[in-house]
């Protein structure tokens, strides 16, 4: 037409919902589905293939094996399943209808819960990995009813030096768990010096996971000190002094000064460790929060044991005491924990965890139980941020949150997800591929692009629907997306 | 000596029948995730395996055990508990069978030591698994007679007196609970097996006409819930080749699959132009 000056749009960034479509660049949507984009241009999104037949799906992760990736899930009849075992079950926890999971060396730990806390009464359970049943981490300290432990001077030579020892004993489970210290009895023995010591009716689990027992013993106690109370000192580590499950005797002799390993730890060790909401790691050790009876305390266990929580200082409190912490993540040797609202930060000062100073980082920003966004198949974080994402929006999280968010050119999209339900969402960042999947309460995807940067400008973000609700996603084997799915809309 | 099943127990046949919850269908056949007794049982009811009765001390009980353990497991437990209620604190006689990699059966009453054990080799410890029963007599609450059947053939029997370890054990009550558990635990926090048949009769059971599965997971693994599979669910990845979704119509026939389009793809922009 005569005067008409052509308007040309030359590319396509994507949906942007923000205010009136007045307001809506040209080179926006102003409503858009189930697109991807390419270079400048946008195409059809990908199309969903079946990738393995498991039913009824809730939520998925990748587990990864010392020499392969599995997928651990959860349908929706409380049967967790491994897709390298297809026939069977792990595990089944009726009622559950979420889970945490946290891989560790080549096992993996899951902790059933209903999305905002660990199912009352249920543990969280350690799976090696191998299609045999999971069972409850830790295990029980020795009985009493195990063996009455005792202790009496041999007749030959050694060099366990006068005064008292106790002795007591630890189960060593097949996951290098070591049990609270047990028997409930102990035998305090008093040494004339010189002499070895002959250990008799050492305790026998009865659980076949349980794999040696280790003995513990106390330096001398002068006589004339002696309290009686036999869990009242610093028990060691007996060096050499570890039979396999079911050996009743042993003889040691030992030097008090070779007594350096500290065993006392134990005392306080949970036997059975309550079920998370959410599980993670941070310097080597386990972290798990959101139990049913304390919803605002992070465990922490021992660094190097992923099962040993120690009740009395393994923990950490949330700074207020409101909601339920949600998430918790290691980022750049800190731990970052999160409610929904406010985001926290200890450090390990390299004591128990509960000296550990903290300090709130922002009173107005949180995370949801899946919205700090994992990393490929690691189920780790991106070393330069992470994302996190809660209902003020997506963030870049490098300490402090990055504004304005990724979501600032959808926020009225983003401000009409459901804040009730804003729990089930579930957040995953393709870092190779530079692609974003946010999945909804709904059963549809957010979906951006950010090969042309990572800032609220240039992300691309367009929601994908889907015929089948979508539940969950992971990355594994690098780059594979695998959605679940529990069914037709 | 007494047989549970053909002797009058609790008043009559009936009346001890009717205390065990049925369990479909009827009849002496072992079912994954459960198993019948004359018609009544339930296994992994309140996640046990129980039978509640009365009886006099002097009256015995026995019951035969069936499992299919792995050749060669050396780590699977089978715990027959015979605990006694005295209307306080349960406490309990829980007889603990278990095998080594070299193939002999470790017997166990309390888990008071290592008590008794067989000779090497009793047990198969390569090749397929098999079946094994337990059969034990309970002459008192410290003697017991034992007889242990691969595959249809006794290998180990005997009897075993634990008198010495009575310090341990409680006496008899008025009530008894027959348990299989699959772990060792307190009373309250026990796991039944799945799979138990109980005759009625103290012959061998032929192990080749009854299907179980394997004693590992217990009441809370192996027999998963059942799963009524929904119509598209699945796991499911990306293909960017391909221009329409395949969802899976039932995964349990995972060659059927539904092509649908993709629902609504659009894109609009708005633009403004001169008036």
């Given at each position: 037409m005569r005067d008409h000056q052509p308007v040309v749009i030359d590319e396509f960034n994507g949906l942007y919902n923000r205010?009136?479509?007045?307001?809506?660049?040209?080179?926006?949507?102003t409503d858009c589905n189930n697109v991807a984009f390419d270079q400048s241009s946008f195409k059809w999104r990908p199309a969903l293939v079946p990738y393995?037949?498991?039913?009824?799906?809730v939520r998925v992760y990748t587990f990864i094996k010392s020499t392969s990736q599995s997928l651990i899930c959860l349908d929706n009849a409380g049967n967790f399943w491994d897709t390298d075992y297809?026939?069977?079950?792990?595990l089944t926890v009726t009622g559950a209808t979420d889970f945490a999971f946290q891989g560790f060396a080549t096992r993996c730990y899951i902790s059933p819960s209903n999305?905002?806390?660990?199912?009352?009464g249920e543990f969280t359970y350690v799976y090696l990995g191998d299609g045999t049943a999971a069972r409850k981490a830790a295990g029980d300290k020795p009985t009493d009813a195990d063996g009455l432990l005792a202790a009496a001077n041999s007749g030959s030579a050694g060099n366990v030096e006068a005064g008292i020892h106790i002795f007591a004993a630890v189960y060593e489970t097949d996951t290098g768990f070591l049990t609270a210290i047990g028997p409930v009895t102990l035998p305090a023995l008093t040494a004339p010096g010189g002499k070895a010591v002959n250990l008799t009716v050492i305790p026998i689990s009865p659980n076949s996971y349980v794999t040696n027992v280790h003995i513990i013993a106390t330096k001398a106690i002068n006589p004339s000190f002696y309290?009686?109370?036999?869990?009242?000192y610093q028990f060691f580590f007996v060096p050499g002094a570890i039979v396999t499950n079911g050996t009743t005797t042993l003889t040691v002799s030992f030097f008090d000064?070779?007594?350096?390993?500290?065993?006392?730890?134990?005392?306080?060790?949970?036997e059975e460790i309550p079920a998370f909401n959410g599980l993670s790691t941070y310097h080597n050790r386990l972290i798990g929060w959101a139990?049913?009876?304390?919803?605002i305390v992070i465990r922490v266990s021992v660094a190097g044991e992923?099962?040993?929580?120690?009740?009395?200082?393994?923990l950490l409190i949330f700074p207020?005491?409101?909601?339920?912490?949600t998430n918790a993540k290691e980022f750049r040797d800190v731990l970052y924990g999160f409610n929904i609202t406010q985001t926290a930060a200890w450090t390990d000062?390299?004591?128990?965890?509960?000296s550990w100073p903290n300090q709130f980082i922002d009173q107005g920003l949180g995370a949801s139980p899946h919205t700090v966004a994992t990393v490929l198949d690691s189920n780790g974080i991106n070393a330069n941020a992470i994302l996190v994402g809660n209902l003020s929006g997506i963030f870049m999280f490098n300490g402090s949150y990055q504004l304005p968010e990724l979501t600032w050119k959808i926020r009225d999209t983003w401000l009409a997800i459901s804040s009730a339900n804003f729990y089930k969402n579930q957040l995953v960042n393709d870092s190779i591929n530079k692609k974003i999947y946010m999945v909804l309460d709904t059963g549809l995807v957010l979906f951006a692009d950010y090969?042309?940067?990572?800032d609220f400008k240039s992300i691309r973000w367009t929601p994908w629907s889907f015929d089948v609700f979508i539940t969950s996603i992971c990355i594994h084997d690098q780059k594979q997306i695998t959605f679940a799915s529990n069914g037709l809309i | 000596m007494a047989n549970i099943f053909l002797e009058d127990f609790d008043e009559s046949q009936a009346a001890f029948d009717a205390l065990w919850t049925p369990q479909t269908p009827p009849g002496k056949t072992l079912t994954p995730g459960g198993v019948v007794l004359s018609g009544n049982w339930n296994s992994c009811s309140g996640e046990v395996s129980y039978r509640e009765f009365t009886s006099t001390p002097t009256i015995n009980v026995n019951f035969v055990g069936c499992v299919k353990i792995a050749a060669g497991n050396g780590s699977e437990y089978i715990y027959i508990a015979c605990p006694s209620i005295t209307g306080g604190s349960p406490s309990f006689m829980v007889y603990v069978v278990n095998f080594t990699s070299a193939g002999r059966i470790l017997f166990r009453m309390n888990n008071v030591l290592s008590a008794i054990q067989s000779s090497?080799?009793?047990?198969?410890?390569?090749?397929a698994s098999f079946g094994l029963q337990v059969i034990l007599e309970r002459l008192s609450n410290f003697v017991v007679t034992y007889d242990f059947v691969v595959d249809n053939s006794s290998v180990w029997s005997g009897t075993f007196d634990w008198t010495a370890f009575a310090a341990t054990i409680t006496s008899t009550s008025d009530f008894y609970r027959v348990y299989l558990l699959s772990t060792y635990s307190g009373f309250t926090n026990t796991f039944g097996m799945d799979n138990l048949s109980v005759e009625d009769t103290l012959d061998y059971v032929d192990v080749e006409g009854v299907s179980y599965l394997s004693l590992v997971n217990g009441c809370s693994g192996?027999?998963?819930?059942?799963v009524t599979v929904i119509r598209g669910s699945g796991l499911y990845t990306l293909d960017p080749t391909v221009r329409h979704d395949k969802l899976y119509r039932d995964t349990t026939t995972p060659t059927l699959i539904d092509h649908v389009k993709f629902p609504d793809p659009f894109a609009t922009t708005s633009l403004i132009g001169d008036e």
């Amino acid at each position: 037409m005569r005067d008409h000056q052509p308007v040309v749009i030359d590319e396509f960034n994507g949906l942007y919902n923000r205010g009136d479509d007045d307001s809506v660049p040209a080179d926006h949507f102003t409503d858009c589905n189930n697109v991807a984009f390419d270079q400048s241009s946008f195409k059809w999104r990908p199309a969903l293939v079946p990738y393995l037949p498991f039913a009824n799906i809730v939520r998925v992760y990748t587990f990864i094996k010392s020499t392969s990736q599995s997928l651990i899930c959860l349908d929706n009849a409380g049967n967790f399943w491994d897709t390298d075992y297809p026939a069977t079950p792990f595990l089944t926890v009726t009622g559950a209808t979420d889970f945490a999971f946290q891989g560790f060396a080549t096992r993996c730990y899951i902790s059933p819960s209903n999305g905002n806390t660990g199912i009352n009464g249920e543990f969280t359970y350690v799976y090696l990995g191998d299609g045999t049943a999971a069972r409850k981490a830790a295990g029980d300290k020795p009985t009493d009813a195990d063996g009455l432990l005792a202790a009496a001077n041999s007749g030959s030579a050694g060099n366990v030096e006068a005064g008292i020892h106790i002795f007591a004993a630890v189960y060593e489970t097949d996951t290098g768990f070591l049990t609270a210290i047990g028997p409930v009895t102990l035998p305090a023995l008093t040494a004339p010096g010189g002499k070895a010591v002959n250990l008799t009716v050492i305790p026998i689990s009865p659980n076949s996971y349980v794999t040696n027992v280790h003995i513990i013993a106390t330096k001398a106690i002068n006589p004339s000190f002696y309290t009686g109370n036999t869990t009242g000192y610093q028990f060691f580590f007996v060096p050499g002094a570890i039979v396999t499950n079911g050996t009743t005797t042993l003889t040691v002799s030992f030097f008090d000064i070779e007594l350096l390993e500290d065993a006392t730890y134990l005392l306080d060790m949970f036997e059975e460790i309550p079920a998370f909401n959410g599980l993670s790691t941070y310097h080597n050790r386990l972290i798990g929060w959101a139990e049913d009876e304390n919803p605002i305390v992070i465990r922490v266990s021992v660094a190097g044991e992923p099962e040993a929580f120690n009740q009395v200082d393994g923990l950490l409190i949330f700074p207020t005491n409101a909601l339920p912490v949600t998430n918790a993540k290691e980022f750049r040797d800190v731990l970052y924990g999160f409610n929904i609202t406010q985001t926290a930060a200890w450090t390990d000062n390299g004591d128990a965890p509960s000296s550990w100073p903290n300090q709130f980082i922002d009173q107005g920003l949180g995370a949801s139980p899946h919205t700090v966004a994992t990393v490929l198949d690691s189920n780790g974080i991106n070393a330069n941020a992470i994302l996190v994402g809660n209902l003020s929006g997506i963030f870049m999280f490098n300490g402090s949150y990055q504004l304005p968010e990724l979501t600032w050119k959808i926020r009225d999209t983003w401000l009409a997800i459901s804040s009730a339900n804003f729990y089930k969402n579930q957040l995953v960042n393709d870092s190779i591929n530079k692609k974003i999947y946010m999945v909804l309460d709904t059963g549809l995807v957010l979906f951006a692009d950010y090969n042309n940067g990572l800032d609220f400008k240039s992300i691309r973000w367009t929601p994908w629907s889907f015929d089948v609700f979508i539940t969950s996603i992971c990355i594994h084997d690098q780059k594979q997306i695998t959605f679940a799915s529990n069914g037709l809309i | 000596m007494a047989n549970i099943f053909l002797e009058d127990f609790d008043e009559s046949q009936a009346a001890f029948d009717a205390l065990w919850t049925p369990q479909t269908p009827p009849g002496k056949t072992l079912t994954p995730g459960g198993v019948v007794l004359s018609g009544n049982w339930n296994s992994c009811s309140g996640e046990v395996s129980y039978r509640e009765f009365t009886s006099t001390p002097t009256i015995n009980v026995n019951f035969v055990g069936c499992v299919k353990i792995a050749a060669g497991n050396g780590s699977e437990y089978i715990y027959i508990a015979c605990p006694s209620i005295t209307g306080g604190s349960p406490s309990f006689m829980v007889y603990v069978v278990n095998f080594t990699s070299a193939g002999r059966i470790l017997f166990r009453m309390n888990n008071v030591l290592s008590a008794i054990q067989s000779s090497a080799g009793v047990v198969p410890t390569t090749g397929a698994s098999f079946g094994l029963q337990v059969i034990l007599e309970r002459l008192s609450n410290f003697v017991v007679t034992y007889d242990f059947v691969v595959d249809n053939s006794s290998v180990w029997s005997g009897t075993f007196d634990w008198t010495a370890f009575a310090a341990t054990i409680t006496s008899t009550s008025d009530f008894y609970r027959v348990y299989l558990l699959s772990t060792y635990s307190g009373f309250t926090n026990t796991f039944g097996m799945d799979n138990l048949s109980v005759e009625d009769t103290l012959d061998y059971v032929d192990v080749e006409g009854v299907s179980y599965l394997s004693l590992v997971n217990g009441c809370s693994g192996a027999a998963a819930n059942p799963v009524t599979v929904i119509r598209g669910s699945g796991l499911y990845t990306l293909d960017p080749t391909v221009r329409h979704d395949k969802l899976y119509r039932d995964t349990t026939t995972p060659t059927l699959i539904d092509h649908v389009k993709f629902p609504d793809p659009f894109a609009t922009t708005s633009l403004i132009g001169d008036e």
